[in-house]
C-alpha cells in the first residue's frame, strides 16, 4: 500500500478503536484534511476485510463499526518503519552546527539574491567606514573590503567567540578588515564614526531590536546608511492538504523557534522610531521546489518534532506531514525576507 492511499489512512483512523463509517471519515479528515468520497471510503473497508486488516463488528442499528485487526496493526507499524527510513533519506535529522548552516544558506540562490540587493542598497564606497553587526563567521566581510578599497575601513562584530576567530582566518591578508568580540546591543564604537552598517538575518535572535537599532543611529555620521536583511517567519507557507497543519507549523515556527519572528515587517516602524528615515523597502520571496532543498534551509524534521514537544502539532498530525512532505508528489514552500534600507538625516548646514 501507498503511505497516503484511502486505506492506509482508513486503517490509521481505526488505531483509537471502533470507528463506523461517518466517524471512520471524520477521522480520515483529521489526519489529511480531506474527507474520502463514499465509494473511496467503503471501498477501502471492503478491501481491508478482505485483506483481514479490519473486522466488521455487530451492527449498532443502522451503523456497522469496523475494527483494525492485529494483521492490520502489524502492517501499519511496517509502514511507519518504512517511512521513518524513507523520511530519514529525505530530511536531515541532526541538526547542522551553525556555520556550516549559515555558509549553505549563503551559497543557495535565493540567499545570493537577497545578499546582492543588500549590498547594493548600502552603496559602500571607497574610502567608507562599513560595519557588518553579526559577522558570523565572515561570510560577507571580503565583498565589504573589496567596496572600500584600501583607504577604507570594514569592522565586523559578532558575539560568538567562535564566530570571530573563524572570522578573522577568513580574512587574514585583508588590511582593511577588523574583526571584533562585542555585544551589538552596546557598541564598542565612538559616535558618529561609521559611513554604512549591515545586518544580515540577525535582529530576528536578538535580545532588544529597539536598542541595536539605537546604537546604531548612534555610531553613524549624518547621512550614514544602515541596511536591515531580516525574513517575516509568519510569511512561511508550505504546500499541504491540511491548511490547520501547515497553519500551526508557521506559527509554532514564529512563536517559538525564531525569538522575533516577525522582525522582517516590523523593521521600517522600528527604524524610524529610532531615528532613521526609510527610503526604501524590498521584498524577496525563496521559493522551494524541492524538499531536500527546502529542509536544508528550514530543517522541516527537526521543528516538526519540535512542534509535536511543544504542542502545536499532534504525533498524527506530525506523522501524516512529515510523510505528505517525503512522498513523490510535488513540493511548494516559500518565505519573505525584506530587505530595509535606514538613513540617519543629514547635518542641517
Known sequence: MRTHDAQTLVLTALTEGPLHGYAVNTAV?????????????YGALARLERKGLVE?????????????????????AREARTMERVSGQVFETVTPDEVRYLDRVAATGAGRTYKHVARYELRAGPGHTVLDLGCGPG????ALAGCVGPAGAVIGIDASREMVELARERTEGLPTV????????????PDAGADRARTDRVLQHVDDPAAVLAEVRRVLRPGGRLVLAEPDWDSLAVD??????????????????????????????????????????????SVFRD?????????????????????YLTEE???????????????????????VVAEVPAARP
Open 29 to 41: 479528515e483529521k489526519l489529511s484534511g480531506a474527507r474520502l468520497g463514499a465509494g473511496s471510503l
Open 56 to 76: 466488521a463488528l455487530a451492527a449498532q442499528g443502522r451503523q456497522r463499526p469496523y475494527r483494525i485487526t492485529g494483521r492490520g496493526r502489524e502492517l501499519l
Open 139 to 142: 561570510t560577507d566581510l571580503a
Open 178 to 189: 577588523d574583526v571584533r568580540l562585542g555585544d551589538i546591543h552596546q557598541l564598542p564604537l
Open 240 to 285: 499541504h492538504a491540511d491548511l490547520d497543519t501547515a497553519r500551526a507549523y508557521t506559527r509554532h515556527i514564529t512563536d517559538r523557534i525564531i525569538r522575533n519572528g516577525i522582525i522582517g515587517r516590523q523593521l521600517p516602524r522600528l527604524a524610524q522610531e529610532a531615528g532613521f528615515t526609510v527610503p526604501a523597502v524590498t521584498a524577496t520571496t
Open 291 to 311: 524538499v531536500r532543498a527546502a529542509d536544508s534551509v528550514l530543517g522541516l524534521h527537526r521543528n516538526t518534532r519540535r512542534a509535536v514537544a511543544a504542542g
Open 317 to 339: 498530525q506530525a506523522d501524516s506531514w512529515l510523510a505528505a512532505l517525503a512522498s513523490d508528489g510535488p513540493f511548494l514552500a516559500s518565505v519573505t525576507l525584506y530587505v
